[in-house]
């Protein structure tokens, strides 16, 4: 289960694997990074939908300086892929 948060501005992704090991990743404009402050997502993140985690997305990479926007395909490949790491 993948599941999405917006905390102080920026993009958090939820895994929740068959394991029930919770992993958490931050969107840096490019690419997925480790996120390990839970007690923060959970005190200061707000649940976001599919739709309104891809507009953060856009809007964190075009905050990041990042050269192009991506493609409506290829934001909501970047938003699930655990292919893409920074």
């Known amino acids: 289960m993948l599941q999405f948060f917006e905390v102080e501005g920026a993009l958090v992704r939820r895994w929740v694997p068959g394991q029930r090991r ?17 007690d923060t997502v959970s005190r200061l993140g707000h649940r976001l939908n599919q739709e ?11 905050r990041s300086g990042a050269a192009a ?8 490949v970047a938003l699930t892929s655990r292919q893409r790491r920074a």
């Not at 309104?52 to 964190?60: E, G, I, K, N, Y």
């Open 69 to 76: 926007r991506l493609s409506d395909e290829e934001a909501g």
């Open 52 to 62: 309104q985690a891809l507009a953060l997305l856009q809007t964190v990479r075009e």
């Open 22 to 38: 919770v992993a958490m990743e931050v969107w840096n404009g490019d690419g997925w990074k480790a996120y390990p402050d839970v």
